[in-house]
């Protein structure tokens, strides 16, 4: 007895050939010893023969050696760690599955940087399974280190953020913030009083964006001051501008005419400064 009639996958290991009575011989194509190598694609017709007193009994069995599926896996474009998780795809013929470095799954998440194995596996009708391989890359995000801002006087000169962060490079946004020719300035009479918080973005050779904030105080002072001589509503001797209704002002230096209605919280005239009022 030869066996029943079997189907192995192509180039799969060697079938292992059992007859009945034990001790007769196999032949046949693919056959090798007690072995029927899978090589080629195909059906089969082997023969085990069996010799006792002089007569050779022999049996048949065919083996049919089906084809593996022919499976392809599309390339898969580089991340940037921390990228959203997406679904794994480009498998050929659908209805395969994957695996991450060994592990089953559907999806991807680049959450960390390195590169991972993917592996996609179909198995045909036949039972014959082909694996197909790419790697993806996920890259690293730049570490972006920004100096603590602070605060800064609402009268205070525009400040130069080129450098504050590092590595340079990058672009600062937020509420003040613009570009001047190639310095990113930051404006506090233009954000006026309150906290902010500004941007900046790196983004590095791999195209992976890196997002810093950073909070800045625009204060104003307690007083609007004074210094010089002319009409009150000559806003270029005012540190504030002219005053407006409810601020503290201080005259420090000079002379101040006063010939329009002007309220005030509180004022201050220090000594050797000189206020008239109703003179231009």
């Known amino acids: 007895n030869a066996g029943n009639d079997t189907t192995i996958c192509h180039n799969s290991a060697s079938l292992n050939l059992v007859g009945t009575p034990v001790g007769g011989t196999w032949s046949g194509t693919g056959v090798s010893g007690n072995s029927f190598n899978p090589n080629s694609v195909g059906s089969f017709t082997i023969t ?84 197909a391989t790419r790697t993806i890359t996920v890259n690293a995000k730049t570490t972006v280190t920004w100096n603590a801002l602070g605060a800064i006087s609402i009268i205070d000169p525009v400040l130069n953020l080129n450098g504050s962060a590092t590595p340079v490079g990058g672009v600062y946004s937020g509420t003040g913030v613009s570009l001047n020719g190639s310095t990113y300035e930051f404006d506090p009479s233009s954000a006026g009083a309150g906290t902010f918080t500004l941007t900046y973005t790196y983004v590095n050779s791999n195209g992976c964006t890196t997002v810093a904030t950073n909070s800045i105080t625009v204060t104003v002072p307690e007083y609007n001051i004074w210094s010089g001589n002319g009409s009150w509503t000559n806003a270029g001797n005012w540190t504030l501008g002219v005053p407006s209704s409810g601020q503290n002002v201080r005259i420090s230096s000079g002379t101040v005419n006063v010939n329009t209605n002007a309220t005030v919280n509180k004022m201050q005239v220090l000594s050797g400064a000189t206020v008239n009022i109703g003179s231009s």
Request: charged residues 5%; aromatic residues 12%.
């Open 48 to 131: 085990y023969t069996y010799s006792q007193l002089g007569s050779n009994f022999t049996d048949t069995r065919v083996i049919t050696v089906a084809a593996n599926p022919s499976v392809s896996l599309s390339t898969f474009s580089a991340r940037c760690e921390g990228d959203p998780s997406f679904a794994l795809s480009g498998g050929s013929p659908s209805g395969g599955s994957y695996t991450v470095d060994g592990n089953p799954t559907t999806n991807f998440n680049p959450s960390t940087a390195g590169t991972f194995t993917v592996v996609y596996s179909f198995t045909n009708g036949s039972g014959c399974t082909s694996t």
